[in-house]
DNA sequence: AAGTGGTCTAGACCACTTG
DNA sequence: AAGTGGTCTAGACCACTTG
């Protein structure tokens, strides 16, 4: 059993729903239509629904069915996820516009969030994140070069910074601060925005076990973007 | 049947684990185990294991068992803190204002979150919390008068809606959504602000082991407060 | 009355970890 | 080899919503 029959009805639900085929509010084939269609038991049918329904992608209701649902950007507060990931787990388009890619002086404020000297060298990168074609996150991302001397070889459209860092330099800890700001004329223009629209803005730094990987700025316009999570408090 | 099955396996485990008799790694009954005790088939208590395990409660591993989790709960970035405890820990002079304490009628969005209906009665408090005088919170609240009977006999200058709370109906979970607002005129008003300045909002829903006990809309002028954590990443 | 999702059963075979 | 969780089946009865 290469994949289970339940993660493929999984797929291929996203799949309708990621394309345009079934879209907010449409109502899905039943469990029992999905099971024939399938070959298998209405457990299993059922099963790729009750996860996807978890997720979010999809609502149930006894009596009159399963459909799509309303998808909001959301984004757990206490993981860090790849957007990538994340939007196209909203069964959503993802692409990328990479606006900037240099190397650049460190200023006084990156150099303190990075632990290095004023004026040293840091890899920088620009990228302006859309889902379905709208821009939902404008990522200003600072390297430390010393931990991951090869950031600047990549290539954003297919990796995001968080994967590639991921993979040179495996997280261990992160630092959050999160602000509403209203953004100037330079970054409103890059997210296509007017300038007087408030955005949420998440200050992040990520660790390694060597040290400051990174710090980013995650700049997301307040009409189009929440941060939202769920989790049991330690009592 | 009143309760499902696999609902009372859930609540089993959970007082267990809630009264200490299972720990931290404690290793839980097999699903066989489980389903001769609670006499049900495997599937039923496999039902409650997968569940509690997507809770984070439980963890499981082919082969090996189900254990106790690790509860570290990575909370520091939102953990629930009292706004007073908070304040005063920075050394700075609390108080607060009352707006308002009353009944009110349930609206749709009210009603939705707090899982009653449009126009059941729900107790509501308004109040501004201060540091150093200068208003760094609003915080609209909106409480379901099953779970606390008794919210609107608090004296609210002497204990915050959290404090009362949490000794009324303990919390268990808690559910949040940050978003960047602009503020209208009326609440710019009651945080003594310019009506352009751009606010972070957080809304929460407290849930306790009875269900969702309260809605609250906390908002804060960006000017004056900053949301910061530092949590590790699980791997 | 027919269709939907919600719960549950009593089996089966499998992959993985342990003694 | 025995125990564990992971996937799956082919049924059943139920509660709820719809025509």
Redesign the pocket.
């Known amino acids: 059993?290469a994949i289970?029959?339940?993660?493929q009805i999984k797929q291929y639900i996203c799949q309708q729903v990621e394309n345009g085929a079934w879209r907010e509010n449409f109502k899905?084939?039943?469990?029992?239509?999905l099971?024939q269609e399938f070959?298998?038991?209405?457990?299993?049918a059922?099963?790729a629904?009750?996860e996807l329904c978890e997720q979010g992608l999809l609502v149930?209701?006894?009596?009159?069915?399963?459909f799509v649902a309303t998808l909001k950007s959301q984004s757990s507060l206490l993981e860090i996820k790849n957007i990538s990931d994340e939007i196209r787990g909203r069964g959503h388009h993802y692409n990328v516009e990479v606006l900037q890619v240099t190397e650049q002086q460190a200023s006084e404020e990156v150099a303190i969030t990075l632990s290095l000297e004023v004026g040293q060298t840091v890899y920088f990168s620009s990228l302006l994140h859309l889902e379905n074609n709208v821009p939902v996150q404008l990522e200003l991302r600072y390297v430390n070069p010393q931990l991951v001397p090869n950031y600047l070889d990549n290539d954003f459209t297919l990796h995001t910074p968080h994967e590639f860092l991921s993979m040179a330099a495996p997280l261990t800890e992160a630092e959050h601060i999160i602000e509403a700001t209203m953004v100037d004329e330079h970054l409103a223009q890059q997210l296509k925005l007017q300038s007087n629209e408030p955005c949420l803005e998440i200050k992040r730094r990520t660790f390694s076990s060597k040290g400051v990987v990174s710090f980013a700025r995650l700049i997301h316009p307040s009409s189009r973007f929440r941060l939202g999570g769920r989790f049991s408090v330690s009592t």
Do not use: W
Not at 4 to 7: C, D, L, R, S, Y
Not at 28 to 33: D, K, Q
């Open positions: 059993m289970a029959k339940f993660e899905l084939p039943s469990e029992n239509a099971s070959v298998c038991s209405r457990m299993t059922r099963r629904l009750t149930r209701s006894q009596g009159k069915g399963t």
